[in-house]
């Protein structure tokens, strides 16, 4: 597989412990987010080889995320994507678009221990409710439901914060299962800002036959997708466990079954 560097630049949510890092939202709490992510494309790394497109893509993301704290232990997660996709052939006249729900996302996490060190695990289902286009070779999402079953564990100290959490993801429809894995450390630089360290991966671990039978080979969308992110963050909070923002630059090698082009995100958050 050839290397290819991918870096992204998000502004995604100043939430320092995200929802798969062993922390819980307390009885009654809640955060919700609202962002925007666009990706705008005419190369991808498919199957191994870099390869130049016939059209201009674009992909753009309307995302509402919001976790509960049912317990003090006890957290529910509801991910609302709402998607608009398109492409410009460079080619010919030939143009199409797609707007719709990409894949809900459904979760709980359990704290079962809360120590020092803070051990969680939990469920994450990724339902399909993505729209296909089959005309125009679009979707708005992956053609299958996941069901994400992972493991974390973290800790802070004085000015520190980190976490490191491991999750499999058994795919639906045909889908190749996947390794992934992430972890972040965060030092409070300023009294209301964070800088961070992240690293967040996936790897698939067998090749089913959805690769092989997609015969559009949308980029943004393909089974088997790879990657191995490196990032570097910048956490704000203007007001203290009430609204904040965060910047980040990510790298990654390895990437595969993928566009290869900069991200652009931004989101903005509320802690009730």
Not at 146 to 159: C, D, E, H, N, R
Not at 185 to 214: M, Q, R
Request: net charge positive; charged share 20%.
């Amino acid at each position: 597989m050839k290397k290819s560097i991918l870096v992204l630049f998000i502004a995604v949510s100043a939430q320092l412990i995200q929802a798969q890092s062993p922390w819980t939202k307390e009885k009654g709490k809640a955060y919700v987010q609202l962002g925007v992510s666009g990706l705008f494309y005419d190369k991808a790394q498919i199957d191994g080889e870099k390869i130049t497109l016939g059209a201009d893509y674009t992909d753009v993301t309307t995302q509402l995320y919001t976790e509960y704290g049912i317990t003090n232990n006890l957290e529910a997660l509801l991910i609302v994507p709402v998607k608009f996709a398109s492409f410009e052939s460079k080619l010919t006249n030939a143009s199409g678009s797609i707007s719709g729900l990409g894949n809900l996302t459904f979760g709980l996490k359990y704290k079962v221990y809360d120590h020092k060190w803070k051990i969680s695990t939990g469920l994450q289902f990724q339902a399909n409710t993505s729209k296909k286009d089959v005309t125009n070779s679009l979707s708005t999402d992956f053609n299958a439901a996941t069901f994400i079953p992972y493991l974390s564990v973290g800790s802070s100290s004085g000015k520190w914060y980190y976490f490191g959490n491991i999750g499999y993801g058994y795919m639906t429809n045909d889908y190749s299962d996947y390794l992934k894995f992430a972890a972040e450390l965060g030092y409070n630089i300023i009294p209301k800002g964070h800088l961070i360290l992240a690293l967040d991966t996936k790897n698939p671990v067998a090749k089913e036959s959805a690769f092989e039978n997609n015969t559009s080979k949308w980029p943004s969308y393909l089974d088997r997708q790879t990657y191995n992110a490196f990032g570097l963050k910048f956490n704000y909070e203007f007001s203290k466990d009430k609204y904040g923002a965060n910047i980040a630059t990510f790298g990654a090698f390895g990437n595969d079954n993928a566009p290869l082009a900069p991200s652009i995100n931004f989101a903005v958050y509320a802690k009730l």
